[in-house]
């Protein structure tokens, strides 16, 4: 989410954001500037307020039915590419027309955690790694837990990680008994976990599209529909990040993508609605590994972007805004 450099690919990263970073292939169109209209919003200046805490959204009210479990590599693909299809479905005009058939491409290196929009051959995609999908469904079934049953997993996660990651070949996988036994198959709590899962995809997917829709990418044109690079490209392209800095870029990103994924859930009601709140969790986890230092040339989401709390006024500003002009 930065700025353009041109090494064997184009890449966009930046220095306010966690998100992904676009990259292009030789011959692809330069990264076009964000459109007039997101100006403003680059623009802007982040709060002067101190960073506030990142407010757990309350459990799953009664009435809702309860969601199953995710078990599995496939599960966990299938439920992004789902979030995914609702969030292309929520934009409108152009927006949609440009994105409605990017591939979804998943690497499955588990040891990688990174998540980018890029262009191959000059058609864009989206893509993942598996390291990053099993990081953010540790997240959610430790902030689950810790919801329900006042326990402290997600930090004992988070503190735990560093040391797990700095073995070779290690995979951000959570640490058996992290979560007590007697929790782990309650309904109420994988439900929540689920619907945190989905909060923390939405966010992260709806600022890759963005990046497509507001041009800074440059090849997001509404292609007919392609199977994207395939998953070892994909490999390739994720450990060979240059850092840049891009730091207009990434808010543009941040805030319309966090407005997609507020105008989303929003339709969502009844179900579960997703808000802003994943990408502030999302934001929270990133920034304690940023803490550790030796991890930021370990970990491709933290090579690739910038520090994650300075992104956590902007959506904050971004959330405020789009409910003032879409109260209820």
Known sequence: MGRVIRTRFLCLAALSLLACTPRHRPGTATAAPPPAASTAATEAKPPTAPVATVTATPPPPAE????????????????????LAELVAALTGSDHDRV????????PDETEINAFAGCENGAPYMATTEGFMIAVEAVANTRATDEIYKTQTYDAYANALPAQLAKKGAAPTLPAGTIPSQYE?????QS?????????????????LAHHYLGHTGCANGQPPSPGPSPAMVGHLVTKVIPVLNQPVEIAADTAGCRNVLATGRARRPKFEWTEQG?????????????????ISKVAFLRSHPESRLRIPFVQAAAKQWREGNPG
């Open 100 to 107: 409605k058939n990017i591939p979804m491409v998943f690497d």
């Open 192 to 208: 929540r976990a689920r619907e945190i899962y989905d909060d923390l995809v939405a966010f992260a997917f709806g600022h890759e």
């Open 279 to 295: 990408g502030l969790l999302l934001f929270d986890f990133f920034a304690k590994l940023e803490s550790n230092a030796p991890l």
């Open 64 to 83: 809702r039915p309860l969601l199953p479990a995710l078990v599995g590599a496939e599960a966990r693909r299938a439920e992004v590419r789902a979030v």
């Open 185 to 189: 198959s309650d309904p109420k709590r």
